[in-house]
């Protein structure tokens, strides 16, 4: 995911999103009072694995709305709309992640005022800023931190249901522990095994299972839409012609030319390719899609090399 826009389309994009997010907010005069007693508690999650997550913790008593949630769609590519602004408006919980992954939603929560409206930035509960790898989900201390400050806000804003948010935070950390037990399996059998990736979306489930992750510069510049270096490019390829890493992992929502021309060489080489994703594929929670991924790197890296 791109984390900074230097270029002449930055003041354009945030000219656009100021003025649809005053369509939408002006059109909140047009819609109504306040929520009645009684109604779910509305969630906005700019990214639909916080989403999920809060939908498992709020059960019956909240309404879920994430913003990115296509996986087949680039998520550099979003742009915000007024129904965007409206949700956020209304919204008594908002989650998205920061570190600069999801700027605009400074921009369109700083364009609705709501004093009532509690906010959780992941990035700010793991200690990321701007400039670090904003993939945190793919951190295994990530998604519990998230949990229990969700828990702690819908403790605060519906003190009624505290013993239903505290028994789903339960169940959800406990439904957690398969992916723990999994990531502490394969570093007992693949810690220090080279792999190199074309973006560092899988970076922090990596360093938790202790694999050398190459090339790192590479991924950085194909995150940041620039252009990798010609050693760089050289060092990556030799990589996969040598067969010196054991998995190629790769971002499927941002398969740009460079990307397909390392793919193709790794099926070349011989060299299995996984991939991965930054929205979570429709039809599954957050949990089975971190364990599918897990499992799937574990084959790869099962193969012969």
Known sequence: MKLTDHTGGAASFARRLTKRAALGLAALALSGAALAQGAPIRIVAAENFYGDVAKQLGGSHVSVTSILSNPDQDPHLFEASPKTARDLHWATLVVYNGADYDPWMDKLLAASSNDKRAVIVAADLVGKKAGDN????YDPQTMPAVAKQIVAALDRADAAH?????????????????IDDKVAALKAKYQGVPVTATEPVFGY???AIGLQMRNARFQLAVMNDTEPSASDIAAFEQDLRGRRVRVLIYNSQATEALTKRMLALAKHS???AMSVTETEPAGKTFQQWMLGQLETLSAALGQTN
């Open 162 to 178: 505290k013993a239903d948010y505290d028994k789903n935070l339960a169940q959800l950390l406990a439904s957690l522990k398969p």
């Open 134 to 137: 904003p993939h945190l989900w």
């Open 270 to 272: 011989g060299v299995p």
């Open 205 to 207: 489930m990596s360093d």
